[in-house]
């Protein structure tokens, strides 16, 4: 799994060429100063050990408001997790453990 920051200027670009490339796409939605925020990406640090074909795309939603927005991101963490470009198999607030986000993947994506 690949780890890329993103901002309103590059997100659409960076998001189809994940798409292209992995199939399936985790946006996190949060800001540097939450801590709820750090603790989601230390659990999709774990599950960077167990897959290849997934991408996470991190979203400081202070720097990108306006994508935020467009995304309906009213709590932090938000994590949307994609299955392909035009299947959304997950949408949550809050953090998430990795053994539960390994079985959402391994449910709607494997």
Do not use: H
Not at 41 to 54: Q, V
Not at 62 to 79: C, K, R, V
């Amino acid at each position: 799994m690949a780890f890329i920051e993103v901002d309103e200027k590059n997100f659409e670009q960076v998001l189809s060429k994940q798409f292209e490339e992995k199939k399936t796409v985790i946006l996190k939605f949060g800001s540097e100063f939450c801590d709820a925020c750090s603790a989601l990406g230390w659990e999709l640090e774990d599950i960077d050990k167990y897959y290849d074909n997934i991408s996470t795309l991190l979203i400081d939603c202070n720097d990108s408001q306006g994508l935020a927005e467009s995304y309906d991101i009213y709590g932090l963490p938000t994590m949307i997790i994609y299955k392909d470009a035009q299947t959304m198999v997950y949408r949550g607030e809050g953090v998430l453990l990795s053994q539960d986000i390994k079985e959402i993947i391994e449910q709607t994506i494997i």
